[in-house]
């Protein structure tokens, strides 16, 4: 519709301030990125620890550790892109419950409390059942650790490109790729070809729902506000094309077709490539989808 | 009390008074705006013409920036301004995400949001606001809207049909106004930007000596 009215009018803005830029750059893509394999190691490890107990034993501490350092990692760059970050406190002394910046601070922290707490029974104390009684708690408690990011892009109500609930199933496939690409590289060989089978599904599939999804809101997106028209056409032929292409082509192209060739052959090695392919792929996807809303002049 | 902006378009002629004069009052730091005049050239040469639109915070009643602050910094007064903490804000720019009219800023000195307050602190002491003041045509009038008696409430009435206010569509609920506006001056996407080749920043000179 804007198009149209450019056209009859030739209206040209003469004088008006820069636009502001990219506020939420790379910083947050790490955030998001980081996060994805936080909780997404929790999610593999629960599956993959109650449908082949005896054979994944060896994956508790490596899976919980790796959370570990992601949840950090993902918490660091969180706290980093604050302008005053030494106020970080004040989320948690003057809380305002309707955003979902606080509540996911605070399920983050509760989330960071269980990890923990499997690393120590584990570790210090060898106590394994207790370990896999806080892991399927952690379960619990990363599904919304992974959901708040997509409940703080529906918040931002000034980008429309970023709908509810498309991007929390963003995120929960984005938790599953990075999960299931993180454990084929952490297991290696150890696992046996019926467990690396399902991992590459779980890779599969996530990379062929995701990338049919970005497919619809590119193609269907622009239907219904001028808007997304608008944020789009940053990757329809504008600044943001190569990148929003290599994303898609690094994170789900590739990875599919490595597994659909792991699976004919019924020969795993490629799934190191598929799975390195999907992690570097994410952080680009993450990224395009990040930055072209915040290109858009909003006055 | 629901105090509410309404700008008349009809009488603004872009002067900037009232740009400065927020500038001024609030300390508002260069390359920083709370309240900016954008110009918008319409029509082709010889039959062209100049819209101006001043642009500030719209003190929503459903306020994006309000519910997405993790620490209130953010938040109402009982007169219905969308006032700001400057000491509480953590500076993670939800705020600016979420205000679908580019509203919010952060401040480059102190490192925190600011945007227009409606002059908060001068209504606290019953007087207008600097823009308002400033303004040589009265094109800004502020006032009570839940007063039926208020300037601001009569505009509104004597000018039905006529008000309307920036994206709608957001659900947003401003309380802040325009008389006379149309697409081209309150949907950015409804004209061209280029980006860096505006009036008066794209300043050429005559080479030295060319004329003598």
């Known amino acids: 519709m804007a198009h149209e009215i450019i056209a009859a009018t030739n209206a040209v803005v003469t004088l008006d301030v820069a636009l502001p830029g990219i506020v939420w750059g790379w910083i947050i893509t790490m955030n998001m990125w980081a ?31 790796i959370s570990i350092v992601f949840i950090h990692l993902f918490l660091f760059f969180t706290v980093i892109d604050l302008h005053q970050m030494f106020r970080f406190w004040h989320i948690f002394f003057h809380p305002h419950m309707t955003s979902m910046i606080t509540i996911g601070a605070w399920l983050a922290t509760g989330f960071v409390g269980i990890i923990l707490g499997m690393a120590y029974f584990l570790y210090m104390k060898k106590d394994v059942a207790m370990y896999d009684k806080l892991l399927g708690y952690g379960v619990v408690l990363a599904v919304p650790v992974t959901l708040y990011t997509a409940g703080l892009m529906a918040q931002s109500t000034a980008r429309e490109l970023w709908q509810m609930p498309t991007e929390s199933i963003q995120m929960m496939l984005a938790a599953f790729l990075a999960g299931s690409a993180t454990m084929l590289l952490l297991g290696g060989n150890k696992f046996s070809d019926t467990i690396k089978k399902d991992l590459a599904l779980i890779l599969g599939f996530s990379a062929l729902t995701a990338f049919i999804m970005y497919m619809l809101e590119l193609v269907f997106g622009p239907m219904k506000a ?19 292409w290599l994303g898609q082509i690094v994170a789900f192209l590739i990875p599919m077709a490595l597994v659909c060739k792991s699976i004919k ?4 090695y490629l799934l190191k490539i598929a799975a390195v392919s999907a992690l570097v792929g994410l952080w680009i996807t993450k990224h395009v989808w990040l930055v072209i809303p915040q290109l858009l002049n909003m006055s | 009390m629901q105090l509410g902006f309404l700008v008349d378009l009809r009488l603004c002629m872009g002067c900037k008074g009232c740009e400065i004069a927020c500038k001024v009052e609030n300390e508002v730091p260069l390359s920083t705006w709370r309240l900016r005049v954008k110009y918008v050239d319409v029509g082709s040469f010889p039959e062209t013409k100049r819209t101006f639109t001043p642009l500030r915070c719209n003190h929503c009643a459903n306020a994006p920036c309000e519910r997405i602050c993790p620490v209130s910094a953010l938040h109402y007064i009982e007169n219905g301004i969308v006032n700001i903490d400057k000491d509480r804000c953590i500076g993670c720019a939800g705020c600016i995400m979420a205000c679908p009219y580019g509203a ?45 008696m208020s300037n601001i409430s009569k505009y509104i009435q004597e000018n039905q049909g006529n008000v309307q206010v920036r994206k709608p569509e957001k659900g947003t609920d401003p309380h802040h106004f325009y008389v006379g506006g149309g697409n081209v001056t309150l949907n950015p996407l409804a004209s061209f930007r280029a980006e860096g080749h505006s009036l008066f920043n794209n300043l050429t000179h005559l080479p030295v000596g060319g004329h003598h």
């Open chain 1, 265 to 268: 052959d019924k020969s795993y």
């Open chain 2, 104 to 148: 919010i800023y952060i401040d480059p000195l102190t490192q925190t949001a600011d945007k227009c307050t409606y002059c908060a602190h001068r209504v606290a002491s019953a007087m207008m606001p600097s823009c308002v003041v400033a303004c040589p045509v009265e094109a800004n009038i502020f006032g009570d809207l839940d007063d039926p």
């Open chain 1, 226 to 244: 001028e808007e997304v028209v608008a944020t789009l056409e940053f990757v329809k032929g504008g600044e943001y094309t190569f990148m929003f």
């Open chain 1, 35 to 65: 996060k994805s394999i936080g909780t997404g190691i929790i999610f593999i490890a629960f599956y993959l620890l109650k449908k082949y107990p005896l054979e994944t034993g060896f994956i508790r501490l490596p899976s919980v550790v």
